[in-house]
């Protein structure tokens, strides 16, 4: 079964055409929602349609469309989860681990009825997206908006593409890692001291 549309300019002279065919199952609905949808997908960022119709089941489909779109954008978003940059990788490279359990904890810790304000809301995205590799680095925003950023390097070295393994290794920034790796120390030797403080504290009470 097959479904099509023109458009025509003031001389009725055509501008664009479309055609295409139904399989697997064809029906007279499914070729005038494709019609209709595929209309819609050509239209330009705000143009207006008038379209008319007389399959009164197409209608009905159509008046559902907030509940399809939703639909369609979660089966989207299932597939682009599906090979996210750590799936790949392991698929790529079985020598890559990741500390399941860790990653768990920390979600846990900061979801559900744990996550009572906008700061362990943040503090969840942000482990969202280390874990898939998708913080906002150059090469990140090049994906998202190349006419923005096109070839941009590194804004601190000026030598290499910024993603993930470039801020840590950039030297620019080795002192500032070092700084953090130091501070991680600090707190790493000074939490069994708190841990003996409060229980000396609990047995003396």
């Known amino acids: 079964m097959g479904t099509g549309w023109v458009i025509l300019n003031e001389e009725e002279e055509v501008m664009l055409e479309c055609s295409s065919s139904i399989t697997d199952w064809p029906s007279s609905i499914r070729a005038e929602l494709v019609a209709i ?21 197409a209608i009905d489909s ?4 907030r509940k399809f779109m939703d639909n369609l954008c979660e089966a989207t978003l299932d597939a682009v989860w599906s090979f996210n940059r750590v799936y790949r990788s392991i698929f790529s490279e079985p020598i890559d681990i990741i500390e399941i359990e860790v990653i768990w904890a920390l979600f846990k810790k900061n979801t559900g009825f744990n996550c009572t304000t ?22 990140i925003m090049k994906e998202r908006r190349y006419n923005l950023y096109g070839d941009i390097k590194c804004r601190v070295c000026y030598e290499e593409n910024e993603n993930d ?12 890692w070092l700084t953090v790796a130091n501070n991680i120390m600090c707190k790493h030797n000074q939490l069994p001291k ?6 000396k504290h ?3 009470n």
């Open 118 to 139: 906008s700061t362990i809301n943040n503090r969840f995205i942000k482990y969202l997206k280390l874990t898939n590799y998708l913080l906002s680095t150059l090469e």
């Open 194 to 199: 708190e841990i003996l403080s409060q229980e």
């Open 202 to 204: 609990i047995q003396l």
């Open 165 to 176: 393994n470039h801020i840590i290794y950039c030297q620019q920034f080795k002192k500032k």
């Open 62 to 65: 159509i008046k559902h469309i």
């Open 37 to 57: 949808l595929s209309a819609i997908l050509v239209l330009q960022t705000g143009q207006k349609v008038n379209i008319f119709t007389d399959s009164q089941a």
